[in-house]
């Protein structure tokens, strides 16, 4: 499950996306599924309410909720900061609004759902969406994308 990305922007959003996790989270419950929580990546310029501290906010909403209703949090909004820090210069979003992710955003957030949910490190993984994530980019994100997750939960999974 994922919020909106204006979710983490101001306390009535926050105190809404937490009562709306905890009412999902019972239901997929019920349905016999286990909860997960997709942390969202910041946004970027031109984004107008892009902000150098943004994923502070989210992800302190996504951990905050996600140990309160006991729900596996994915940190690819974590993954997004650690790949801009690693390559300032890398387009993870859209270039038309600052909060959509590009192509390689989409594999950075497919590699850190794959070792979030399976334990499974993407490093070295083929897949490169039909020749469209170059090889040098892929290994970079999945590599981005396995730190992530181990530094995250403080243990490979």
Do not use: W
């Not at 997960?36 to 906010?57: E, F, K």
């Not at 951990?63 to 974590?78: F, K, Q, S, W, Y």
């Amino acid at each position: 499950m994922q919020g909106g990305s204006a979710a983490p922007l101001s306390a009535d959003r926050r105190k809404r996306f937490a009562e709306t996790a905890e009412l999902y989270a019972q239901k997929v419950r019920t349905a016999g599924g286990e909860p997960v929580l997709y942390m969202t990546h910041a946004y970027v310029a031109p984004h107008p309410r892009a902000r150098p501290d943004m994923i502070r906010d989210i992800a302190s909403l996504y951990i905050e909720t996600g140990n309160n209703i006991d729900a596996l949090v994915i940190p690819v909004g974590l993954a997004f900061e650690e790949a801009y820090r690693r390559r300032p210069e890398i387009k993870l979003h859209a270039s038309f609004d600052g909060t959509h992710p590009s192509m390689l955003g989409t594999y950075l957030a497919a590699c850190t759902v794959m070792a979030s949910i399976y334990g499974v490190s993407p490093v070295g993984n083929s897949y490169d969406y039909f020749g469209d994530v170059p090889a040098d980019e892929a290994r970079f994100l999945q590599e981005v994308a396995q730190d992530t997750v181990i530094r995250f939960y403080g243990r490979d999974r």
